[in-house]
């Protein structure tokens, strides 16, 4: 099998790695001899988080993605974040070390199905959620992420209708705080909605001292219990500069890496999941696809390559720029 039919079979480059490589030095060794940079997501394990160029969430990523001087991106995260990078920065080689890491909102808002739906309000706003393909980026106006999602909603003239895709829960939100009526699409996250309410008020009730934040795509019946909602980096924010010691943390459990760096000495308990699941907490098994392995084969080979449609390049790319510039 060559590489590319194994990219196309299994998502990545499944070659043997050399006898006694130590991965965390070969993979900065490649770096600086490919003249690339890493970028990762804060929901991918702890130990490429640590050896990462630039830890963000998908706004920050997509700020980075846009400026990044290299002749290679490599993306540990999901499919639909080394597109935006890709979108943006389109002359750059991007590498995603596991093509089939992909993402349960954008599998919720296939393109077909989209244009029917944006077919049914014609004059609407196209607001999408970043977490959604290039295709569904472009036949949006604004995409936005949940760090500026009331922003961008906000920006948009009062006699205009919205339509807003692909995450429902942070639509809602969004209508609750702006005051908005939108068309909202029915997608959701598989990780905010396998959050469990009964065993988080369980927890609650066990930790009385602990104060619950959340992630806006957690289901409304989590976000009314919460002290503090807010996008990734917010949360991180939140809890290193709080007075408080001891948090609940509603969202994927890979945010404790940074957050702890964040906030040393602080107590975080991952809120607890239906997944019997190693941490019983909330978990992506799509970014847990991006592991060492994968990242030094992905820079060894330059593969698995990222492409963008050119169909869609000049739309998807107007809907982000229209989202940097609010």
Not at 45 to 55: L, R, T
Not at 117 to 133: M, Q
Request: one cysteine or more; proline letters at 5%.
């Amino acid at each position: 099998m060559d590489l590319q039919e194994e990219v196309v079979k299994v998502g990545f480059i499944d070659r043997p790695l050399p006898e006694g490589v130590d991965l965390v030095k070969a993979i900065q060794l490649l770096k600086e001899q490919k003249n690339a940079v890493i970028l990762a997501h804060y929901y991918v394990a702890d130990e490429i988080q640590a050896i990462a160029d630039f830890v963000g969430d998908s706004y920050a990523l997509a700020q980075y993605s846009q400026k990044v001087n290299a002749s290679m991106i490599v993306f540990c995260g999901v499919h639909f974040m080394a597109e935006t990078a890709k979108i943006l920065n389109p002359n750059a080689k991007v590498i995603l070390p596991d093509l089939h890491a992909g993402c349960s909102l954008a599998d919720a808002a296939p393109e077909a199905a989209f244009r029917d739906f944006k077919a049914l309000h014609p004059d609407a706003v196209v607001v999408s959620y970043i977490n959604c393909t290039a295709a569904v980026k472009s036949m949006s106006d604004y995409i936005c992420t949940s760090s500026n999602a009331v922003d961008v909603v906000k920006a948009i003239p009062l006699d205009k209708e919205i339509i807003f895709a692909p995450d429902a829960n942070l639509g809602r939100y969004v209508e609750k705080v702006t005051g908005r009526k939108m068309h909202i699409w029915e997608g959701a996250c598989m990780v905010h909605v396998n959050i469990s309410d009964a065993k988080l008020a369980q927890l609650m009730e066990l930790r009385p001292e602990a104060i619950l934040i959340a992630h806006p795509e957690c289901p409304s019946s989590i976000l009314d219990k919460a002290a503090f909602i807010g996008s990734t980096k917010a949360l991180i924010d939140h809890v290193s500069k709080s007075d408080h010691h001891c948090f609940i943390v509603a969202t994927e459990a890979g945010i404790l890496f940074k957050m702890r760096e964040a906030a040393p000495g602080k107590i975080l308990i991952p809120a607890p999941s239906f997944e019997n699941n190693t941490c019983a907490c909330a978990e992506c098994p799509y970014m847990k696809m991006n592991t060492l392995e994968k990242l030094y084969n992905a820079l060894q080979y330059e593969l698995p390559m990222v492409h963008i449609d050119p169909h869609v390049q000049e739309g998807a790319l107007k809907a982000l720029q229209n989202m940097l510039s609010i």
